[in-house]
């Protein structure tokens, strides 16, 4: 076990586990976004900064079918920021916010040596999408492509340039093709640390391995920061799920299907 | 005004302003606890670290009058710490959340270059107690002793040793006063800028002054992280509170009244 899951691993909350903790109608999640261990400044503007640190929050919301409703920031402020860019910072904040519907209601503003994000997500739901409820014989289907951010990672480091609408900086979110979706969905997560490590949560959650109908590359399928769904669902409910994904142009790809076998996750660990 | 009231005057929302965001019964907070910000890892064990990070973040619960329900955590881990030290930080975490009946339901966890903590409480109150409603002619008080943080902070800052149980490091919490006197307190506030900074906020919050019936020297009104209560009511419950005061032990000091008279904060500012 690494040291990240050791640590989270001495915490026994039965809500403990979703891309959210679920209470009641209400999900939390929280993530943090910090200056040298998800991004460099030089790589993106500050309203790019702030925009991104809200999207992959806003991400976990979505992933369990939440609509989000108030956001709490976390800020820490490096020396050299100028009130420009704090202007610029507040308002990549607030444009994903009012996108969303999202009440900013408070939160901590520090000075420090770098641009370090947390933002805490309160997002509702009716029909929760959770990481459970897998059994033998679904449906394995991940939306859009993967891959692209981590070839964009990989640019970045060798200080090459991306386009400002790669998926490193600029997300999509895939919550019309759940809201769609949602009574044909069984289980859902979003792709945050790649495919094949979030295929491994699925596996020890559900307690299945999956059978792949395609071959997938390392490079796509251990490509970190996608934010694209990955779905399970009933093999009856195919044509419904295809059908709504159609209807909220979603690509969607069935690449597996859950099975009575051992999972291997092939990527190494980013972490630690 | 200052680059970080700069950035919170950026965001507009009606429930910014008191030391949680209330929301019906609910009350979201957030507070970071940052190495080489708030402390030193040379000056506090993991233990005393996580469970200082904890106390600060229900203070706010607490001060207004919220009892603390669900904690999310993010923590960023300095590349130095080993297994053991994780796992005395996850007691810290956990014997005060025990304490105060949390559940500890969520977060991250990151590998960064050092310790920067940040917690979400979410607490219920049925009676809130906010820092408006104080009118003119208002009894203010503080709760315990003020000063020994900021002496404490400076013997810290000059290499020297202090007690394990000074409030640098050991935070008590007036949460019995306050669900004893809850009838009786118009409003409140923890004391965690300083005792003068936080009347400034409580001024401008109820465009009042203070006439101050003792003098409060430099050294006590402007020590910072002393996590006592500032609380105003009316002067004929002046009898009640008292009484609550002395039930649940808590020495209350009754320093000034609000008057139609401008407040100035002589204190430097903390922050950047």
Redesign the interface.
Known sequence: MN??N???S??K?E??GDD??L?KQNV?????F?E???FKHEWMSYYQIASKAMMINISDAVAMNAKPK?A??????PPR?T?KQ??E???G??DVADKYGI???????????KL?I?I?I?SQTKKPLLRSNIKKGYLIAFTGELGRSKKDLKKLMNLGKIHKKSKFIDIKLRDKFLSNAERFLSSGMDISDGLFSDLDKLSSVNRVGFKFNTKILKSIGCSGEEYEMLVAFDKRHKKAVLRRAKQSRTPLNIFAKSVRKRYVNCCKAN??
Do not use: C, P, R
């Not at 709490?72 to 402020?77: D, H």
């Open positions: 040291l990240e050791y640590f989270i001495q915490f909350s809500h403990i959210g903790a209470i939390y999640s929280k993530d943090a910090f040298n261990v998800h108030y709490l920031l976390s800020v820490s402020m920021i009130k704090m202007k910072l507040a308002s904040f607030k009440d900013i209601i408070g939160g901590d503003t520090i000075s420090n040596v370090d947390t805490t309160v972490h630690f």
